[in-house]
């Protein structure tokens, strides 16, 4: 029996009842009454849970009947009491309302089941649209939780509750207890508390931002953003998939609102010409509208509508987007190496900022997005500073006499940039002085190639005469 009990209050709903079954038949062939009756409450919650109504109140039924004579007020009491339950599910109000009675009348000596029967009366009086007789009975059911710390009933009730317990509040009731109340319920009454943020009523939905203010927020994890190369958004450690994004506008959204985040917030007048330059600003507004949920709903999966997001930001008709503790862009890191770098004196030092930063950029900023002008302008200056930067690595390993780790920085300035020449004309260097000939006349080959073919001009004299005089060492 006590194990079916245990089960129940940890959700294993199955196991619940096959153990209940199994005391229900010992005490039958024990011939123990009270024991029946008391296994048929046990199961009546674990049929309730699972939300087998009719079960449920056969099992009751069956324990009303067991003890019929036996003055077991207690007993007696809760199984009146569940049955009712189950009618009120059934909305059967007329036979649940002597059962009520009956209930209040015999758990009168005991606090704790008497609260659950006042819950079952504010219940029963609540979905008939008795609202006054449903708060009083609420009421004095709280009272009872508050004196005498029973706050798990309270909390338990959390499915049809919420709307009496914020209208008590807003009533100015009991306001300390009921946030205790309210934050031990967590997200699910955040959640039921947006939704009364649009109530038609004024003091509740002010009592519902009250309410939500006063709740804890848990952390929000940062975003990560990698603008270059593929891009990819990370949300604490997961990844958002590249399905999620439903929309293209809110996609570009985001990159921009990443891109200008250091601005604060822009008006919504300027996120409409960057989605909708040649659009009619009539239909643009209800666009955008549409755009912003779509963008918090990729962000935030969980979020409810109501709710604020913990990542775009609203200031009256203007946005900006916030990363949270931990959030980053590489962008950012990318430049915050570069400029430790240059600040620092100790050349040992700067090349480690200088190869930490190298490794960041791992391609051109937002290459897929290679029409917008904001895009252009960035991606070129990003591309000027990284190729600045394996400049200043390739000088550094150049005076180490370091030149295998010159030409590999070589290569990756011209994977960038294949028509630099003075590049080329290092790239021959190194090889020479690494004695490798063949890739000596290849780099040569590969600069004539580019420079010559693609862009239809010749090479310098500078590059010849180089080449000629490496070749013949």
């Known amino acids: 029996m006590d194990s079916a009990f245990n089960a129940t209050g940890l959700e294993k709903l199955t196991e619940a009842i096959n153990n209940g079954e199994e005391s229900l038949r010992i005490f039958e062939d024990l011939g123990s009454r009270w024991g029946q009756a008391y296994v048929c409450h046990v199961l009546h919650g674990a049929y309730t849970k699972l939300g087998d109504h009719l079960a449920a109140e056969k099992c009751a039924k069956t324990g009303i009947t067991v003890i019929e004579g036996m003055k077991l007020p207690l007993n007696e009491g809760l199984l009146k009491g569940s049955l009712a339950e189950s009618l009120i599910e059934r909305r059967q109000w007329e036979d649940a309302r002597p059962l009520l009675k009956d209930a209040e009348k015999n758990l009168g000596n005991s606090r704790l089941f008497l609260t659950r029967i006042y819950f079952l009366y504010a219940r029963f009086y609540y979905e008939q649209k008795q609202k006054e007789s449903a708060l009083d009975k609420l009421l004095s059911g709280l009272r009872l939780c508050e004196s005498n710390q029973y706050d798990v009933w309270v909390v338990s009730e959390e499915r049809w509750i919420m709307p009496l317990l914020v209208d008590i509040f807003a009533q100015g009731e009991m306001q300390d207890y009921l946030l205790t109340i309210f934050k031990k319920m967590g997200l699910s009454a955040q959640e039921r508390l947006a939704l009364l943020q649009r109530s038609k009523n004024p003091q509740i939905r002010k009592a519902a931002l009250t309410i939500l203010d006063e709740m804890p927020k848990p ?107 931990g959030g980053w862009v590489d962008v950012d890191e990318f430049r915050k190496e570069s400029k430790l770098a240059e600040e620092e004196k100790n050349p040992e030092k700067s090349i480690s900022y200088y190869l930490n930063a190298e490794a960041i950029y791992r391609g051109d900023f937002l290459e897929d997005d290679i029409y917008f002008d904001w895009c252009i302008e960035e991606r070129e200056r990003l591309k000027k500073e990284y190729l600045d930067l394996l400049a200043k690595i390739m000088e550094y390993f150049e005076r180490k006499g370091d030149y295998s780790r010159c030409i590999e920085y070589a290569r990756k300035y011209l994977t960038v940039d294949k028509y630099a020449e003075n590049i080329y004309q290092q790239l021959m260097t190194y090889y020479s002085l690494m004695g490798n000939k063949a890739m000596l006349v290849k780099t040569f080959q590969k600069c004539k190639e580019n420079i010559i073919e693609d862009l239809d001009s010749p090479l310098s004299k500078e590059t010849e005469i180089l080449y000629e005089k490496l070749k013949s060492l």
Not at 276 to 304: D, M
Request: proline share 8%.
């Open 219 to 325: 952390p929000t994890p940062g975003l990560r953003v990698y603008c270059l190369g593929n891009f990819r958004v990370f949300r604490g450690d997961e990844e958002i998939p590249a399905e999620r994004w439903k929309s293209k506008k809110a996609k570009t959204l985001f990159k921009y609102l990443v891109h200008v985040r250091s601005r604060g917030y822009l008006p919504k007048d300027v996120l409409i010409e960057l989605l909708w330059p040649e659009g009619n600003p009539t239909k643009t507004v209800s666009r955008l509208h549409a755009v912003l949920p779509s963008l918090r709903k990729t962000l935030e999966p969980e979020i409810s509508r109501g709710i604020p997001s913990s990542y775009l930001l609203r200031e009256g008709d203007s946005y900006k987007l916030h990363l949270e503790d």
